[in-house]
C-alpha cells in the first residue's frame, strides 16, 4: 500500500476540526508538514499537532521530499496558484472548495491537471456524507416520482464581523480574495450537491443586490437555472435578513411527494408522501471531510475511485459566475 503524506498550505480554522484531524484517522496517510505565510500560525498548528515540519514558504512545503500530496487550505484567490504549483511538481492536490475564485482559474487548473496526469481532488465534503446520501437514494429511487422543480432557500442575520472597518472584514467579503461574498462561499455546497443529484446546470442567471449597505459584494441574490436534464430550479440568498427570516432548506418537488432538507446545520430530513410524513435523522461523522478524504487516499493508493475531482467541481464555479453576471 503507497504511504501518503500530506504536507498543508494553510492552517486555517477548516483545517482544526472539519479535515484535519481526518488524514491522519485513514490507514495509510499522516501529515508530516504544514505551510503558513504567518509564522506563529505554521508554528503553533505544527506543535498542537504533533506534526515534525512547518514552513512559510509554498515552494519548500512542495519540494519536500517527505511530502508526496498537497491539501490547500487557503482562501480561493490563491487556490489556482498552489494546486497547479503542487501537480507541476508531481504531488496529487485536496483542495478546499470552492476550486477557486473564478471558473477561468478552474480551468487553469483543469489544464495542468491534464497535461500533468497527476489528479486535483476538490473538498466537496457533502457528496459523501451520510445525511446527503440518504437525500440522493430517496430522489433516485422514484420515493417521490419524477422530479419536477428544485427549490434553494438560504437566509441569514448579519454576522457580528459584518459590520467592521472595511479594511477589516473577513476574507469572505473580499470579493478579490473570495470570488464573491457569502455567497460565493456557501452557494458551492449547495449548488455541487444538486450537480450531483440531477447532473451539470447548463444555464443559469441571476439578480444580485447589495440590499444591507455593510459592504461592497452582493448579500442578497435570486436566481433560476436548468440541468442538464431539463429539470428547472431557482435559488434565493440573504446574508442580511431579520433572525426570523433565518433558513436552510433545499425542497425537491415530485410528482408524487416532496423531500426537503438543510445543507449547513442537517435538521432531520422531512419527505412527505401519500403515504403520510417522515422526518429522518441521519448522523455524521465527528470529521465531516473524514468520508471524502478517505475517498481520497484510497484514490490514491489504488484502491478505489474518487469522483470529486477538479472537473466535477468546475460547473460549480461557473453557474456561480454566471448569476453573479461575471460573464
Known sequence: MKYIRWGFIGCGEVTEKK????????????????????????????????????????????DDPDVNAIYVATPPSSHAT???????????????????????DCARINRVSEQTGVPCFVAYYRRYLPYFQRVKDIVKNGVIGKIINVQVRFACPPR???????????????????????????????????????????????????????????????????????LPGSGSWCFVGHESAREDCIEVIGDKGIVSFSVFDYQPIQLVTSEGATSISVPNPPYVQLPIIQSVIHHLQGLGLCTCTSVSATPVNWVLDRILGKF
Request: glycine content about 8%; some cysteine.
Open 160 to 230: 457580528n464581523l459584518d459590520y467592521t472597518h472595511p479594511e477589516q472584514l473577513p476574507w469572505r467579503l473580499q470579493p478579490e480574495i473570495s470570488g464573491g461574498g457569502y455567497f460565493y462561499d456557501l452557494a458551492p455546497h449547495q449548488l455541487d450537491l444538486l450537480q450531483d443529484f440531477f447532473g451539470v446546470i447548463i444555464d443559469a442567471k441571476g439578480i444580485c443586490a447589495n440590499r444591507g449597505g455593510l459592504y461592497s459584494a452582493e448579500d442578497t441574490l435570486s436566481a433560476c437555472f436548468k440541468f442538464e436534464n431539463g
Open 19 to 62: 479535515s484535519g484531524p481526518a488524514f491522519g484517522d485513514v490507514e495509510g496517510s499522516s501529515v508530516v508538514a504544514v505551510m503558513s505565510r504567518t509564522e506563529q500560525r505554521a508554528r503553533s498548528y505544527a506543535e498542537r499537532h504533533h506534526i515534525r515540519k512547518w514552513y512559510v514558504d509554498a515552494q519548500q512545503i512542495i
Open 82 to 104: 498552489y494546486a497547479i504549483m503542487a501537480m507541476k511538481a508531481g504531488k496529487p492536490v485536496y483542495v478546499e472548495k470552492p476550486l477557486a475564485a473564478s471558473y477561468e
